[in-house]
């Protein structure tokens, strides 16, 4: 029986396999995101037509509301490093309709660029969900703090 967790797979990556490379793409991810719940905040007429334009008629506005909070939260939180797993999670089902919306309706080059950059940054939501919030983060910090408690 493997006694392989998610605790050791977590140890495994933060003590050996944790690049500096991933903590900047972390941080650049997570400000992207709080500037577009920025952006989505301005122009929330324009996000509850994109939501109305998927079919969820009635729950435009509860939608528009979660998917900018969650990228302001979210990017917040990215950024800093604090509870990255959690607020990536709740941000790549934002990205995923990003995409398959995108993907549906990309007639110029702005909006295939927006195809683009909603790939990408699916893509790194989604390692940084698997690899974690990286050394230079709150939560490593908090890691760090829990472990010198212990000992």
């Given amino acids: 029986m493997s006694t392989f967790t998610f605790h050791y797979f977590n140890q495994w990556i933060h003590e050996r396999h944790a690049p500096v490379w991933l903590d900047i793409i972390r941080v650049v991810i997570g400000v992207f995101l709080f500037i577009k719940g920025l952006i989505f905040t301005v122009n929330f007429q324009g996000l509850t037509e994109n939501v109305q334009e998927m079919g969820l008629v009635y729950l435009a506005i509860i939608a528009g509301h979660y998917i900018y909070i969650m990228h302001m939260a979210g990017g917040l939180?990215?950024?800093?490093?604090?509870?990255?797993?959690?607020?990536c999670a709740l941000n790549i089902p934002i990205l995923v309709g990003a995409?398959?919306?995108?993907?549906s309706h990309f007639i110029t080059v702005k909006q295939l660029m927006e195809l683009e950059i909603a790939i990408a940054v699916l893509v790194g939501l989604v390692v940084i969900f698997v690899v974690g919030s990286g050394k230079f983060s709150l939560?490593?910090?908090?890691?760090?703090?829990?472990?010198?408690?212990?000992?």
């Fill in 77 to 87: 939180l990215i950024m800093l490093g604090a509870h990255t797993r959690v607020m």
């Fill in 99 to 103: 995409v398959i919306f995108n993907s």
């Fill in 139 to 151: 939560d490593e910090m908090r890691r760090l703090d829990l472990k010198k408690k212990t000992t």
